[in-house]
């Protein structure tokens, strides 16, 4: 993804428009911990790509998979953990090909 992804840009109905479900679950998804919009100055929820992306695939757990919200919780974290992870060893990596190409000097 972009920084574009990022950028909080939807209003909460409009959310729940594009993936189909109502707004209170939204808020109920934020209540627990699923997502975290952005806050307008006048305190408004605003999703980015990024967020729709994310509630797609929470919602294709559950209706799917039959995945409960808790287990949504636990997949999404494991999923982000293991793309911190991946971000990290491709940095430890760069950065050893980096030392390797010093020692050839």
Do not use: C
């Amino acid at each position: 993804m972009n920084l574009d992804d990022t950028e909080p840009r939807y209003v909460i109905s409009i959310t729940a428009k594009m993936l189909g479900i109502q707004t209170h679950t939204l808020r109920y998804y934020e209540k627990i911990g699923i997502i975290e919009p952005a806050r307008s100055g006048g305190n408004i929820r605003l999703y980015s790509e990024r967020d729709i992306t994310l509630l797609r695939r929470a919602k294709t757990l559950m209706d799917d998979l039959g995945v409960n919200l808790a287990g949504v919780e636990v997949i999404l974290r494991m999923a982000q953990r293991m793309n911190e992870l991946q971000d990290y060893m491709e940095e430890l990596e760069s950065e050893l090909k980096k030392l390797r190409g010093a020692d050839n000097l």
